[in-house]
């Protein structure tokens, strides 16, 4: 086994390599800049993949970072522009080896055992390999929340982060199927309260008749039907969490139950005289506006407050699709474990079929269709064919009939800037409306000082 760094600002080549990779037992760690890379380097890596074309500089400069601060540690370049030239240049850097791009898995491999070999044999390793976790969360299958690289789910990670060491009650927003409840998951998961229970509650699936039961439990005899004693679900969450999930479908007597019980930390159970001290963190979820609600009269303003201390805003999938691969690779290995099968990945006409998809159903959505893909795969790799027709045959998210292929250097700046301005700086949507590689793209905004 070794222990390796890819740095690749291809996510989904990223992705596959580090599959591969992993299927022979090695250690991967991923990073998608030199930036990123370089808070890494202290690392003992057994070998470094290194593509040559980064969106913050070349790989071939970056060879001396590497040299400097990890002398004896094989590189080796990556490139989709197998120019001889590069690669003698990449020789007389001190690279390794070279290979190209789509890789050959024999040649992979083979450039590992050459690797590991020459450097088990060095006078000078001496020094012990520190394991690292590979930063596109490769982990096990669960309920933890996986991370992407964009700068909205940056922001996301960011945010938690801040707020979940805290007390303070938490107001997530988002649309449908974004990840609400994972996110609330993670705020706990990263708490002082960790070790106690998180109970989520589905507001809009308890009639009002019997909310005040659901929350705050019953004694036998209160009501007919209550033929024992029943916890409700603040005493449970009791030391933990609470979270409260499409928040905004109380009903107006329901809230005012809820605002005296986050109020006073004090609960009475249907039927009961005795109050019980409850000791909870309350998160809760909408897809609603509520402050329009509050405006309309439909939501109270206090317990509007209460529960916004902090807000964090769950983004759209469509928000960020730079993350789309690394989410469909979680959601394949929940579903290869769950149906148990061994799909090892997509192939490129389904991956572009996915990327073309606006995804209204957000990661929910993408979820129930990789399990569905998942199950109709009968080889390794999930194809266009397994694919729902609404995802493969939908028209572009975005309107590319402006945006033909970059040609002459007259209207290009305009052209970038148009399509940078129609995706919000989204700039993988951006170079799909161009009609051109990421790379492409990232060389073009250098070239005309749009990259900042």
């Not at 963190?281 to 329009?292: D, F, G, H, I, Q």
């Not at 033909?404 to 700086?425: G, M, R």
């Amino acid at each position: 086994m070794a222990t390796i760094l890819v740095i690749d600002d291809d996510v989904t080549f990223s992705l596959l390599i580090e599959r591969f990779l992993v299927r022979y037992d090695h250690e991967v760690t991923v990073r998608h800049s030199l930036k990123e890379a370089s808070t890494v380097l202290d690392g003992a890596f057994d070998i470094i993949f290194l593509d040559l074309r980064l969106p913050d500089g070349d790989g071939i400069s970056f060879l001396d970072v590497i040299k400097e601060q990890t002398p004896g540690t094989p590189v080796v370049i990556m490139t989709n522009y197998a120019e001889v030239a590069s690669a003698v240049n990449a020789m007389k850097k001190g690279a390794f080896d070279y290979i190209s791009k789509p890789f050959q898995q024999e040649a992979v491999l083979n450039v590992i055992e050459n690797a590991t070999k020459d450097t088990s044999n060095a006078e000078n390793e001496v020094v012990p390999k520190k394991k690292l976790s590979s930063t596109t969360e490769r982990k096990e299958v669960s309920g933890e929340m996986v991370f992407g690289i964009s700068n909205a789910s940056k922001k996301l990670a960011e945010y938690i982060s801040l707020v979940a060491p805290t007390d303070m009650s938490v107001l997530i927003t988002g649309k449908s199927g974004t990840g609400k409840e994972v996110v609330a998951k993670s705020i706990h998961l990263q708490s002082s309260r960790k070790g106690y229970p998180f109970i989520a509650v589905d507001c809009g699936a308890i009639p009002k008749e019997i909310a005040s039961s659901e929350f705050f439990g019953h004694v036998k005899g209160s009501f007919t039907g209550a033929v024992t004693d029943k916890k409700g679900h603040f005493e449970e969450a009791n030391g933990g969490t609470i979270f409260l999930d499409e928040v905004g479908n109380l009903s107006y007597e329901n809230q005012i139950q809820l605002l005296r019980a986050l109020q006073e930390r004090k609960i009475k159970p249907v039927g009961s005289s005795k109050e019980i001290d409850v000791d909870i963190r309350v998160l809760a979820a909408t897809n609603e506006n509520l402050l329009k609600a509050v405006e309309l009269g439909e939501f109270r303003e206090d317990l509007y407050h209460r529960l916004n201390e902090f807000s964090v805003k769950v983004p759209s999938l469509i928000d960020r699709m730079e993350d789309l691969m690394i989410f469909a690779e979680h959601f394949l290995a929940i579903a290869n474990k769950k149906l148990g099968k061994q799909v090892i990945g997509f192939d490129k006409d389904a991956i572009a079929c996915l990327q073309k998809y606006n995804w209204p159903g957000n990661l929910r959505e993408l979820q129930n269709v990789i399990k569905r893909s998942v199950l109709l795969t009968t080889g390794d790799y999930i194809t266009e064919s397994v694919l729902p027709s609404e995802v493969c045959e939908v028209s572009e998210t975005h309107d590319t009939t402006v945006f033909n292929t970059l040609s002459t250097k007259d209207n290009e700046k305009a052209l970038i800037i148009a399509a940078l301005e129609k995706t919000n700086n989204n700039k993988t949507l951006a170079a799909k409306l161009l009609n051109v590689s990421r790379k492409t793209l990232y060389n073009k905004l250098k070239t005309y000082g749009l990259d900042s």
